[in-house]
């Protein structure tokens, strides 16, 4: 059975996070993520790649428990800040600038770790730049994850773990049948109930008419993925 929100307040970040404007600051999304990795064996021998970086917090995480990780982010002012807060906290860090496939050609790793824009929006494009790059995810939520599912075959090992945030709100039923077709063994490992944002409050009304929300409705369901690569 899938943990629920009580691992948010076991979950370990690094402290003293600095972020540039723009940039997403850990929230209760990174919290849920950084609990389910810390049930992950990680050590020296475990290169680990985290898509959309942000701040940096769960690449960091990660580095604190001796793993090679790469992170990866589309926007430069998140580079910079994770750039900036691995120096600070004196840990290695690679990050690259740029779409995760077109940086990771040939690569492959034993832990892939993601919390990718996933807030439907009314806007089906992608935005190419502002804060917004962090959360929008076009009319069904699902541009980046989707992305993520068919990928992860070609970025991880055999036996590697690809560990995913998400709304359910977006759909955990497809992203396991997405991540079944792609060959790997998947199952939501966590969940948790938090109140809605102030992104998806000033939605609300095109929300209820995509019926991706209930009327009224006040909070988020966030699900964890765990898919294995056999």
């Known amino acids: 059975m899938p943990s629920t929100a009580s691992a948010l ?8 996070l600095v972020a540039l404007p723009g940039v ?25 790649l985290e898509i959309g970086t942000g701040t940096g917090a769960l690449a960091l995480h990660a580095a604190v428990r001796g793993a090679r990780v790469t992170a990866v982010d589309v926007a430069w002012p998140a580079v910079v800040t994770a750039r900036l807060n691995a120096w600070i906290h004196r840990l290695p860090l690679r990050v690259l600038h740029g779409d995760f496939e077109a940086r990771t050609t040939g690569r492959r790793f034993d832990v892939v770790v993601s919390n990718p824009p996933y807030v439907p929006a009314p806007d089906g494009r992608l935005p190419s730049r502002g804060p917004e790059r962090a959360w929008d995810a076009g ?6 994850i989707d992305r993520i599912c068919g990928g992860a ?13 998400h ?6 039923e497809e992203t396991l049948d997405r991540l079944a077709g792609a060959g790997l063994a998947a199952r939501v490992t966590a969940t948790a109930s938090v109140p809605w944002g102030p992104v998806l409050r000033s939605r609300r009304s095109w929300l209820e008419q995509r019926g991706l929300a209930a009327e009224a409705e006040e909070r988020e369901e966030l699900v964890v993925i ?3 690569r056999t």
């Open 24 to 48: 997403y600051q850990p929230q209760a999304d990174t919290r849920l993520l950084a609990a389910a990795l810390a049930h992950e064996d990680l050590g020296p021998r475990t290169e680990l």
């Open 226 to 228: 765990r898919a294995r």
């Open 153 to 165: 075959p070609a970025l991880l090992r055999p036996g590697g773990i690809l560990l995913m945030v």
């Open 9 to 16: 307040s076991s979950a370990t970040l690094p402290g003293g």
């Open 167 to 172: 709304s359910a709100m977006c759909g955990a």
């Open 139 to 144: 009319l069904d939520g699902r541009a980046v």
